[in-house]
């Protein structure tokens, strides 16, 4: 999976993101990366299943909103 960094890092470098499935429109438990990478490999979906996704930027002042939804994935 591959996102975009955050236009604005309130003055802290991004030091990870959380990922966070849903399927069917129902949260699933988040996926923390501590990486500032934007390509980070998702594992733990239900193959044939739709989901979409949030990410969130982390860094040394909190958490930042979540992003749009993804389109929707279907794991094969």
């Not at 739709?50 to 909103?65: D, S």
Request: no cysteine.
């Amino acid at each position: 999976m591959t996102w975009s960094a955050p236009a604005s890092d309130g003055g802290s470098p991004v030091t990870g993101y959380v990922v966070t499935p849903y399927l069917l429109g129902i949260a699933q438990s988040p996926i923390t990366f501590s990486s500032p990478a934007t390509t980070e490999t998702v594992t733990g979906l239900l193959i044939g299943s739709l989901y979409t996704f949030t990410v969130t930027a982390v860094n040394g002042v909190g958490t930042g909103p979540a992003s749009a939804a993804s389109a929707g994935i279907i794991p094969l």
